[in-house]
């Protein structure tokens, strides 16, 4: 029977096989090195990309809130501004209602009676005056309920004393301005 030496020829298939693997196995790797290099440029662009966002919307963020301060500024003098009008206005329609007042307290004063002192704070007037007579302070206080300007007369105090041999009475007075509604006003009550 003849011997066939089949050790050789498998030794070369076992090598020719390790090879193949090797070679197989340094494709994968340089293949594995390529994807991951590919993907490690693709994520660092998109990284590059989003930072470039970033920074754009941080600008526009930055524009914006100063554009929002402005505006709160300009919120602030339109306010300013609106309370100065309602001011000049409310001057503007109360300049004519002092005048009023004091037309008001000459035109109801009855004969007898002398104010010595008018202050008012908000719509409340105080007249200290001299009376000869208690019923002349009486009449000026009907005299008032009459009036369209001052309303609610409230005597407050009364004495009286004799000055000179005469016997007066000295008086405080408290009483409500009031202000005339015009057509305007009347129409936005109902």
């Not at 004519?96 to 004969?111: A, Q, W």
């Not at 004799?162 to 016997?167: F, I, N, Q």
């Not at 007066?168 to 009483?175: Q, S």
Request: proline letters at 3%; aromatic letters at 8%.
């Amino acid at each position: 029977m003849p011997r066939i030496n089949l050790l050789p020829w498998r030794e070369e298939l076992r090598v020719q096989k390790r090879t193949e693997y090797l070679v197989t196995l340094g494709i994968c790797a340089i293949f594995a090195t390529a994807i991951w290099f590919s993907m490690h440029l693709y994520v660092n662009e998109k990284i590059k990309q989003q930072k470039q966002r970033n920074a754009y919307l941080n600008e526009k963020i930055v524009f914006l809130d100063k554009k929002i301060e402005e505006i709160k500024w300009l919120e602030k003098e339109k306010e300013s501004l609106i309370a100065r009008m309602k001011a000049i206005e409310t001057l503007q329609t109360s300049r004519p209602i002092i005048v009023h007042l004091f037309d008001e307290l000459v035109s109801t004063l009855p004969e007898g009676v002398y104010i010595k002192e008018v202050s008012q704070k908000g719509d409340v007037v105080m007249i200290k005056g001299v009376a000869q007579s208690n019923a002349r302070v009486s009449n000026y206080m009907r005299n008032v309920e009459a009036s369209e300007w001052v309303k609610d007369p409230k005597l407050t105090i009364i004495q009286s004393k004799t000055e000179d041999g005469r016997r007066i009475a000295d008086f405080t007075l408290m009483l409500k301005q009031t202000a005339l509604k015009t057509g305007d006003e009347e129409k936005d009550e109902i």
